[in-house]
């Protein structure tokens, strides 16, 4: 979607040194299509802070923006809410013209104010780009510099992942630390600490799912990591199926993310590995999106079983993680359908059985299918014979052992309940789950909020190839805002007036930035999803 939009012709009429895009949804919050804020202050032009992660602590922000600075929130996005700390953090300095030491102040003050994970880059229009991650590093982003075509200095570039550095020709990648904040301008570069790392603790999840695997997150290749979990997932399976005298035939990968993994089990346990199941490309996440029957018929769309792979086998599945339950079981029975004797179910991640509060948009508890569960419960909701979970020391190791200097701990809330930021208590978690449960998406989507996007802003960017990649920021090359849905509906809207009183805020007929994903057509009344 993005490389459709911004084509060779069009990035052509981009002219400048500097340029920030995004591609993501707004996990849990309202999915109104909006563009980035941007915003001027007497110092400065700030453009919205590219970010990935989530804020925890938005209702005090928002009261102390309200009371204390004055400033007027006008979306539910905690980029917003970034941006005007930071611009209200640089006013107080009452410079006319600010330096480099008034922004770190700033970004400083702000990571002392601002609880959650983040990691952001802004651009300040006639002064440069900064980037900064939260104290405990939960989110990723990086760093890469080349040569410049000029032939004098560098080109700079930060992204979430190292592969858009890879791709795009960046060399020397470096992490940007927990409570570090870079700023590079036309003429200097400069990265400074700016608050002791409370616990550095980057989300296991990423390793798990949401990263390429050519990508290096905080000097581990994610490769080598899914790797490692299916050479410990090898030793439970074993163990599990010779307790439960189980023979099994052939070693089958849930495309694309688990097949390292799946591979690596494969060769240790001496087992033919298969590619049973063939992707299309076209149909993304569905652990995201809205509503059981959305998700059901998209993961049939997603996959097709072959045959010729399963009749009259005991089949060992191997997917990444099981989050609902709806993906597994759709794929277990399409295994089924196709002759399988007997589906056993191997997960690389334990069960998923919290919520989480850093920027993955997963469903409240109770959708979880491993909530409240145990692991024969979960085998009999998704239909499989046998279920088999990556232990949590199992899991830690394979990430942990290829960098255990700088690594110590994970934030791994999502199989724990133990949230790193703490400040994560029972009432919050019940106003979260409110905003991210299947009924209130369908509620929003019937007001004529449209769907939720596919695509998490983890990492965002389509690549070339159809695999999930990276959001990025470079020195010379502007980006976008793409909100993507992978189906075509049209959802039935209450009446809107065209005042400034409606859902729409009087805005004309395109919904979100032109040549995007919905329309409304007034005459109809409804919102063309596209």
């Known amino acids: 979607m993005v490389r459709d939009v911004f084509d060779p012709k069009s990035l ?5 040194s500097m340029g920030i895009g995004h591609d993501t949804l707004q996990p849990g919050r309202q999915l109104t299509p909006k563009r980035s804020p941007s915003m001027l202050t007497p110092h400065t032009a700030l453009s919205s802070p590219m970010r990935n992660g989530n804020l925890i602590n938005t209702p005090s922000l928002k009261q102390f923006l309200d009371a204390d600075a004055h400033r007027h929130i006008n979306t539910d996005s905690d980029s917003e809410l970034l941006l ?35 990691a952001c880059v802004a651009m300040l229009a006639g002064f440069g780009i900064i980037g900064f991650r939260d104290p405990n590093g ?21 992204a979430s992942e190292s592969v858009v550095a890879d791709a795009s020709g960046f060399t020397q990648w470096d992490d940007v630390k927990a409570g570090e904040a870079i700023i590079i301008t036309r003429n200097s570069f400069i990265r400074r600490q700016l608050v002791s790392t409370e616990t550095f603790a980057p989300d296991i999840f990423e390793y798990v799912y949401f990263a390429r695997p050519d990508s290096v997150l905080d000097g581990v290749s994610v490769y080598r990591s899914r790797m490692a979990m299916g050479e410990n997932l090898a030793v439970e399976v074993q163990r599990i199926l010779k307790e439960k005298n189980i023979i099994v035939d052939v070693v089958i990968p849930v495309p694309d993310t688990s097949r390292v993994a799946a591979l690596e089990l494969a060769q240790r346990l001496g087992l033919p590995y298969r590619e049973g199941f063939v992707k299309n490309r076209y149909v993304g996440r569905t652990f995201i999106m809205p509503g059981q029957q959305m998700r059901k018929k998209n993961v049939r769309k997603k996959l097709n079983a072959m045959a010729l792979e399963f009749a009259s086998k005991n089949v060992l599945i191997v ?43 997963m469903p409240s508890r109770t959708e979880l299918v491993a909530h409240e569960r145990s692991e024969d419960e979960i085998a009999r909701a998704i239909g499989a ?27 791994c809330s999502v199989f724990d309940g133990i949230y790193v930021t703490g400040h994560v208590g029972e009432g919050y978690l019940n106003h979260l789950e409110k905003l991210r449960s299947d009924n209130a998406k369908i509620k929003q989507a019937n007001l004529g909020l449209g769907p939720p996007p596919v695509e998490n802003g983890t990492n965002g960017v389509n690549s070339v190839d159809g695999t999930n990649g ?35 805020n009087g805005a004309d007929e395109t919904v979100g930035l032109h040549n995007s994903w919905s329309l409304l057509d007034k005459e109809k009344n409804q919102l063309i999803v596209s």
């Open 385 to 411: 014979d046998v279920i088999i979970f990556q232990t949590l020391p199992d899991l830690i190791d394979s990430v942990k052992k290829w960098n255990p200097n700088g690594l110590n701990r994970f934030d």
């Open 319 to 361: 997917d990444d993680s099981i989050v609902r339950g709806t993906t597994s079981k759709e794929i277990i029975q399409m295994a089924k359908d196709v002759g399988a004797k007997m589906v056993i179910v191997a997960s690389c991640a334990p069960p998923i059985r919290y919520s989480n509060v850093y920027g993955i948009d």
């Open 470 to 504: 990276t959001n990025g920021v470079s020195g010379h090359t502007n980006g976008g805002t793409v909100r993507q849905s992978p189906y075509h509906e049209i959802v039935q809207l209450p009446e809107v007036s065209d005042g400034c009183s409606g859902p729409l």
């Open 84 to 118: 005007n700390i930071f611009a209200n953090n640089l006013q107080k300095t009452g410079k006319f013209r600010i330096n480099e030491e008034d922004i770190f102040t700033a970004i400083g003050d702000l990571m002392r104010q601002c609880k959650g994970a983040y």
């Open 12 to 16: 052509s009429t981009l002219v400048g």
């Open 138 to 158: 939960i989110r990723p982003i990086g760093m890469g510099k080349r040569k410049s075509s000029s032939g004098t200095g560098y080109d700079y570039l930060f």
